[in-house]
């Protein structure tokens, strides 16, 4: 365990590096056309009461997301708090943030779960019931607003629209292997038998090694289809715990767009918008999907706000469900390290 932790931080020191470098280049193309005292102005006008229900909505995210991780394992016999489960979900959006799609924040939440004194088994199995249902949600809200909003996405996107549609189709592709992974055995040996025979036209011993990595990933995943099927109730919780929680996290630029005085579109709307873009870009190897997400701001939402408006509302919105979550979780996760580190010294 210490030994992948070691390997799990020196990825993260990297990706941080990189995620670092992102915002420099995104602040440099935000900042070139438009000077930070005219955001600063902009922002400045907004109305307080928007920007504190936008707080809230981060709240209620994060608040949820404690709740999900907390409930599996509340099944398994883990007498964990809501507190804990809260502290694991600041863990998981922290390093989710700062590597590429995400790929850190599962591995931190365990390791910190088994200094805990909790099995690494319920760990691993109860982030499986949390990224089925976060995978469902959102891309069934990403849908839902692709199909609804689809002459605003023509005015506002043109041909580009489909590289948004294919972003959702990447996370359509990855639900449907999680829910193969677990309930449909033949299936998932199937698909990743053709992967592993593409892979091998190109280079016979990566072949070996996917086709290694996938049958323990199928191994595991099968053996949770048991809790699935014994829960079912628990993970419907699940999903309207977190149908809850992702529209409170979507609904942020609507906030926004209010605050600002904007008029014109409704919650439904801009909802949608929001759901597209953070599916579509959540598939692109990036840390926090940095500079997509700002450029995917721009280009979506340019027909909702006036051409003066839209960079600063972008930079507010932006702050209100990343940045300023990324610094919150970034100064408790040294809380806990520091903690965690000062109780390994007492033993």
Not at 190 to 204: A, E, R
Request: aromatic share 12%; with cysteine.
């Amino acid at each position: 365990m210490n030994d992948n932790l070691g390997i799990t931080i020196k990825k993260v020191l990297v990706n941080g590096l990189v995620f670092v470098g992102l915002i420099a280049l995104t602040l440099f193309i935000v900042f070139r056309n438009i000077s930070p005292g005219e955001i600063t102005t902009s922002i400045s006008s907004v109305k307080f009461r928007y920007v504190a229900i936008g707080l809230c909505a981060m709240g209620i995210f994060a608040l949820g997301e404690g709740l999900n991780i907390r409930r599996p394992l509340r099944m398994f016999g883990d007498d964990v708090s809501v507190p804990q489960g809260l502290k694991y979900a600041i863990i998981g959006y922290f390093f989710s943030s700062v590597t590429p799609s995400s790929t850190g924040g599962q591995p931190m939440q365990v390791y910190y779960m088994h200094n805990d004194g909790l099995k690494v088994s319920h760990g691993t199995l109860a982030l499986l019931f949390e990224l089925l249902s976060f995978e469902t949600v959102t891309v069934t809200y990403a849908l839902i607003g692709y199909m609804t909003q689809h002459a605003l996405l023509v005015r506002s996107l043109g041909n580009v629209r489909y590289l948004f549609l294919l972003g959702i189709m990447v996370n359509v592709m990855v639900a449907a292997f999680v829910v193969m992974a677990i309930f449909s055995k033949r299936a998932i040996m199937v698909l990743c038998g053709l992967l592993v025979k593409i892979i091998k036209l190109f280079s016979y011993d990566k072949g070996n090694r996917v086709d290694e990595k996938c049958h323990l990933m199928i191994k595991e995943y099968h053996s949770s289809a048991v809790y699935f099927k014994e829960n079912r109730m628990i993970f419907v919780k699940t999903l309207i715990t977190t149908a809850i929680q992702i529209l409170a996290m979507f609904s942020i630029p609507y906030w926004v767009y209010l605050g600002f005085g904007m008029t014109g579109f409704s919650a439904f709307q801009v909802i949608s918008l929001q759901a597209v873009l953070f599916v579509a870009v959540s598939f692109l190897p990036l840390p926090g999907a940095v500079g997509a997400s700002e450029g995917g701001f721009v280009l979506l939402f340019k027909m909702l706000f006036t051409k003066k408006l839209l960079v600063s509302a972008m930079v507010l919105s932006r702050c209100l469900s990343f940045y300023l979550c990324v610094i919150i979780s970034g100064v408790a996760v040294a809380f806990f390290t520091r903690k965690l580190m000062n109780k390994k010294k007492v033993e």
